[in-house]
């Protein structure tokens, strides 16, 4: 028996001696938080019926140890607002920035950006992401309303009136649908098209969708004749897109 109680103080002193010489459990430590800082970073709404205004609150916070002043917010687009409730914010402090979207003519997934500057050279960013589905009575009530019309023309009519190049034109009025290298995004793919004129059909008349309505002026778009073309001969010059 004592033989025994030996033998079980010795294996219980080798395992004390195995706990003791365990390494420390490390504690992580978080990250501190940049001076100015928009909570959430990414904010998801989920469905937006089309036509009905996406709204979002963000936390814009002060971590700084003075106060500071907003002087500068951007968004992605025109179709996008963004208004704080208040331009100072005092230390460890923070204000609300409510975020609307005009959904007019949007279809899927939708990204807003925000970008927030303050006075002391500060910047912090967010994104606003939701999806936008079918609003029947938008149809039911006739009240469509194209990508012309609205908030929406400070991007997609105003920008295009003067432009006369074809990659300044397709920049400004196509690359936020099209995707900027003309491979698709929200919209089907341009690169790849042979034909110049289905390319000039397209543009000028239209897909009979508010999301694609004819840009030529006869159709009530920004686009002259001489637009479209010079557009799309550079469109149908482009080579298909490089398999991955």
């Known amino acids: 028996m004592v033989k025994i109680l030996s033998i079980l103080f010795v294996v219980a002193s080798v395992l004390l001696a195995c706990v003791e010489q ?43 140890s003075q106060p500071i002043e907003l002087v500068d917010i951007q968004t992605s687009c025109g179709c996008t607002a963004a208004e704080p409730e208040s331009f100072v914010i005092m230390p460890n402090d923070f204000t609300q920035l409510r975020v609307t979207v005009d959904t007019t003519a949007k279809q899927s997934n939708i990204k807003k950006s925000i970008t927030v500057k303050d006075s002391l050279g500060n910047e912090a960013n967010a994104l606003l992401e939701f999806n936008v589905v079918e609003n029947h009575h938008l149809s039911l009530n006739r ?16 920008p295009l009136l003067k432009q006369q190049s074809a990659a300044k034109l397709y920049a400004v009025g196509c690359a936020m649908c099209h995707g900027v290298d003309a491979e698709g995004g929200y919209a089907p793919k341009l690169r790849g098209y042979a ?20 840009f ?14 010079v557009l799309s001969k550079w469109l149908a010059s482009l080579p298909e897109p490089v398999q991955k």
């Open 143 to 158: 009240k469509i309303k194209g990508i012309f019309d609205g908030k929406c023309a400070s991007c997609h009519f105003e």
């Open 22 to 64: 365990k390494a420390p459990i490390q504690v992580p430590i978080d990250k501190p938080l940049p001076l100015l800082h928009i909570q959430p970073e990414v904010y998801r709404l989920g469905d937006i019926k089309e036509g009905e205004t996406a709204i979002a609150t963000f936390l814009v916070r002060n971590n700084h």
């Open 216 to 229: 030529s002026q006869k159709k009530g778009g920004p686009l002259t004749s001489e637009q479209i073309t």
């Open 195 to 214: 034909s110049e004129s289905a390319l000039k059909t397209i543009i000028s008349n239209g897909v009979g969708k508010p999301q694609m309505p004819g």
